[in-house]
């Protein structure tokens, strides 16, 4: 069974950091793309960040950049996701997902195994 698992979301105070991770399992990283999504309440999901085949990175949205690091061990089978200074609207269910394109993307439409999510709050 083809499994990605996120985990490391937890309640944090503003300011704080959080590093993710996203463990597969049934299947080897190596010839994937990997990105980071997250979905808060009421909103639809949006990319992050991922890292290509290369380990070469890309931040989706402004909100973030500058505040998180995606890397990937291929050996491990996983990806993290290390993100700084956090604040309340960093709030959302975190997930990856795999994709076979080559060069990072937020089309949804490109990944194919997700993981269920992890949930960060960033809250006082």
């Known amino acids: 069974q083809l499994q990605f698992v996120e985990s490391g979301g937890d309640l944090v105070q503003p300011g704080g950091s959080l590093r993710l991770s996203c463990v597969s399992s049934?299947?080897?990283?190596?010839?994937?793309?990997i990105a980071w999504f997250r979905q808060a309440p009421g909103k639809a999901r949006e990319g992050v960040a991922c890292?290509?085949?290369?380990?070469?990175?890309?931040t989706f949205t402004d909100a973030v950049q500058g505040r998180v690091t995606v890397s990937r061990d291929n050996i491990k089978n996983t990806v993290n996701l290390q993100m700084n200074d956090l604040t309340p609207e960093d709030t959302a269910v975190y997930y990856c997902a795999t994709s076979r394109a080559t060069i990072c993307t937020t089309r949804i439409g490109s990944y194919g195994i997700w993981g269920l999510g992890t949930q960060v709050t960033v809250s006082s």
């Open positions: 049934g299947f080897s990283l190596e010839n994937f793309m």
């Open positions: 890292i290509n085949r290369r380990g070469e990175t890309t």
